[in-house]
């Protein structure tokens, strides 16, 4: 792999000839990237962090301890019929390895109570019957609904690309089939199934995956989150950002490029039409622009004109999703020597998601009623022969931007004792309960850092430290402004917000763009893909 995949951000490089540039580096805006470059046109990439990679980079600290910040588990990608697996050899050209985690992808912990998520959907099926003899009839009918929502979903993609001559025809049909599941909240369909509140809490113990709870999310988010784990969980061997890494050797072989600290403060327009960047103070010319910085950020923030009042009006009623506060540990021995788990714990203090998370928006950092416990050492097929006698294990709970919002003008890294005293409240509690559940790594704690809403802003500019971009609600799925392409000439958008969360998500919303913009000439790269996938078959 090449030694020098991006560069700092140069004003004096010559941009007039770039056929596309891309806002953000993170997965949605490089699978566009890569599909646009490998069809011959001429991608430059700006990020504004230090690393690319958006939620995908990882991060070091002393003593070699290295931690990813959003990519925990990849579903869909059993070998034998994936296509996730197929539309990733394409994007790294055949580099990117996968490790398998196990046959329990997941554990839930309610009041003391363990439940087991086991690879395979017929071994899931079982093991829920196990759990709840008395409620087959609902299970089954629970992984029914879950797939027809997910077919239906399909459409809900299909759709975005659709010209508008087929939106009032065919993507009013589309919408038609897929509103039963999206305009309901996960709660209220699974009440329609059972009434028994431990069932439908089991069911819903993953909700943190897409970032709002049972009530409050639609079910169709639930449904296509849910079901792409049920074949098991992988994890890119090397870590997290072996996918940033991957991709953007991709686009630098195909003639991409990619800068770092290129902060784009606004996409300037005029007449609704897409004129240039301004970029670290210095205007660069630009006539397509793809955004992948969320669609609050790109219509809120970087559109200063009033270009189109009926897209920021459209996007400003939707809430964002949930943030997050995260322990980050290192130890200093291997994750074998202390027994660690590849799979994710899902721990709650009692059965009432609901409650559980409304309560930690209502008291403070130090209040652990819900963790995500995750060992992204453990999972990691490569790390034990570059990091010999140690581990990584994560930590998150639910976080309110409210707590911290006094700190916001507050330079990183710099923002108070106030703040500092916070994090570490949260730091102790959040390891007392880890210590509960794995009381063999006390003595072991090396390293420690936390990481707040303030922090998710700071490095992706999310107002509202949020994780996941906009709130999957059933008022996301009505939003019609939610495609690739924008009526602004000359932007387009890629990203969670305009498919669905997670890095299956944002790879398809790369593909949905590339198809808008590429149209017929799409399916060479479709070609192109199926005839690499069969040489990586017979190889």
Not at 464 to 487: D, M, S, V
Request: proline share 4%.
């Amino acid at each position: 792999m090449s030694q020098k995949l991006y560069t700092k951000f140069d004003p004096d490089y010559d941009f007039s000839d770039a056929d596309y540039i891309v806002i953000g580096s993170g997965i949605g805006g490089l699978s566009a990237a890569i599909f646009l470059a490998k069809a011959g046109k001429k991608i430059v990439v700006l990020e504004q962090h230090y690393v690319p990679g958006g939620f995908s980079h990882t991060f070091k600290r002393k003593d070699g301890f290295e931690w990813d910040v959003g990519v925990h588990y990849v579903g869909n990608l059993n070998e034998d019929d994936s296509q996730l697996r197929v539309l990733f050899n394409y994007l790294s050209d055949n580099r990117l390895k996968w490790e398998f985690m196990g046959d329990i992808y997941d554990k839930a912990i309610f009041d003391g109570d363990v439940y087991e998520f086991p690879a395979g959907k017929e071994n899931l099926r079982k093991q829920l019957y196990q759990y709840f003899p008395e409620e087959k009839s609902a299970i089954d009918q629970y992984f029914e609904i879950v797939d027809k929502a997910v077919s239906r979903f399909r459409l809900y993609f299909i759709e975005k690309v659709l010209p508008p001559i087929l939106r009032v025809t065919l993507g009013k049909l589309f919408t038609k089939m897929f509103r039963p599941y999206s305009s309901i909240s996960t709660y209220d369909q699974l009440k329609k199934l059972t009434s028994n509140e431990k069932l439908i809490s089991v069911l819903c113990s993953q909700c943190g995956n897409y970032g709002l709870s049972p009530r409050e999310s639609s079910f169709a988010a639930h449904a296509i989150v849910t079901n792409h784990f049920f074949e098991g969980g992988y994890y890119p061997v090397g870590g997290a950002a072996e996918i940033y890494k991957n991709m953007i050797q991709t686009l630098n072989d195909h003639g991409g490029k990619v800068f770092i600290r290129a902060e784009v403060e606004e996409i300037v327009t005029e007449r609704k039409k897409v004129t240039g960047l301004r970029v670290n103070n210095t205007l660069i010319p630009a006539k397509r622009v793809i955004s992948n910085a969320g669609t609050h950020n790109t219509f809120r923030h970087l559109l200063k004109e009033n270009v189109n009042g009926y897209l920021k009006n459209s996007v400003n009623g939707t809430k964002a999703s949930t943030p997050h506060l995260c322990l980050y540990v290192g130890l200093n021995a291997s994750d074998n020597d202390l027994n660690l788990p590849k799979h994710n714990i899902w721990y709650y203090d009692n059965y009432k998601i609901d409650s559980i998370i409304d309560a930690n928006f209502a008291k403070s950092p130090e209040t652990i009623e819900f963790a995500y416990i995750s060992f992204p050492s453990a999972k990691d097929a490569g790390w034990a022969d570059t990091h010999p006698n140690m581990a990584t294990i994560q930590a998150l709970s639910v976080g309110n931007y409210d707590w911290f919002k006094k700190f916001e003008d507050e330079a990183w890294r710099n923002r108070g004792e106030e703040y500092e005293l916070m994090k570490k409240e949260f730091e102790d509690k959040m390891l007392e309960k880890i210590y509960e559940l794995f009381p063999q790594i006390r003595g072991h704690v090396a390293v420690t850092e936390v990481s707040t809403p303030l922090s998710t802003r700071h490095f992706t500019n999310y107002r509202q430290g949020e994780i996941y971009g906009l709130a999957h609600n059933t008022k996301r799925f009505e939003l019609k402004t939610l495609r690739p392409k924008t009526p602004i000439k000359g932007l387009y958008m890629v990203g969670q917000d305009i498919t669905v969360v997670g890095v299956a998500g944002a790879l398809t919303s790369g593909m949905l763009c590339a198809i808008e913009i590429l149209k017929f000439k799409v399916q060479k790269e479709f070609k192109r893909m199926a005839r690499e996938n069969k040489d990586v078959d017979r190889a």
